[in-house]
């Protein structure tokens, strides 16, 4: 059974930053892409950044572009997101996704001005 669990959310002022992980199980990591996606109050889920099944590829939202690192360790089963130079419009629980169908449970990151 596909698992995925975010941890790393907090409350952080404006310029500062965060690393969320994304710990997988119940498949073979390096098989798949792993994607972060984030939704704010009252907003659509939206796409925020992935990272290829190879690990040798990524893309962010334009809005979190040179902001924002994901990285993985494959020994660990984890994705991280960097987040860097923070913004209030960063508000929102942060999900992690694999296949387009499996997601954890998500983590808040809340960004005070």
């Known amino acids: 059974e596909v698992h995925l669990v975010e941890s790393g959310g907090g409350l952080v002022q404006a310029g500062g930053s965060l690393r969320l992980s994304c710990v997988a199980s119940g498949f073979t990591f390096d098989d798949y892409a792993i994607a972060w996606f984030r939704q704010a109050p009252g907003k659509e889920r939206e796409a925020v950044s992935c990272?290829?099944?190879?690990?040798?590829?990524?893309d962010y939202a334009d809005s979190v572009k040179g902001r924002f690192t994901i990285s993985s360790d494959n020994a660990k089963n984890t994705v991280y997101l960097q987040m860097n130079s923070l913004q209030p419009e960063d508000t929102a629980v942060y999900y992690c996704?694999?296949?387009?169908?499996?997601w954890g449970q998500g983590t808040q990151v809340t960004v005070s001005s």
């Open positions: 996704n694999t296949r387009g169908t499996y």
């Open positions: 990272i290829s099944n190879s690990r040798g590829s990524t």
